[in-house]
Nanobody, 121 residues
Framework: QVQLVESGGGLVQPGGSLRLSCAAS????????VGWYRQAPGKQRDVVAI???????NYADSVKGRFTISRDNAKNTVYLQMNSLKPEDTAVFYC???????????????WGRGTQVTVSS
């Protein structure tokens, strides 16, 4: 069992920046990919950015050029730097681990509880 804890959310004005962190209780190097998803009220949960175990990154078109995902394997932490924030970025942001290899030889997916990001003037 792996726990993911997000932090860094808050209220910012349009054009501002936030840096989200996701601290994992397990080794993120055991996961095929880690990433960030977001969900606005009444909307589905959509991918924002992912980074694979090989270091490849993928971004939603709406955040390309504004958001940057990174990781620190030694700290078992994933980051999301968000710049030039827009009101439409407002959502609960969730950390996700895909294909985490357990000590029992199987693979699990894990989600954090989420952190609120609100972009408003």
């Amino acid at each position: 069992q792996v726990q993911l804890v997000e932090s860094g959310g808050g209220l910012v004005q349009p054009g501002g920046s936030l840096r989200l962190s996701c601290a994992a209780s397990g080794s993120i190097s055991r996961a095929n990919a880690v990433g960030w998803y977001r969900q606005a009220p009444g909307k589905q949960r959509d991918v924002v950015a992912i980074i694979t175990s090989r270091g490849d990154t993928n971004y939603a078109d709406s955040v390309k050029g504004r958001f940057t995902i990174s990781r620190d394997n030694a700290k078992n932490t994933v980051y999301l730097q968000m710049n030039s924030l827009k009101p439409e970025d407002t959502a609960v942001f969730y950390c996700n681990m895909q294909g985490y290899r357990t000590d029992w030889g199987d693979y699990h997916n894990y989600w954090g509880r989420g952190t609120q990001v609100t972009v408003s003037s």
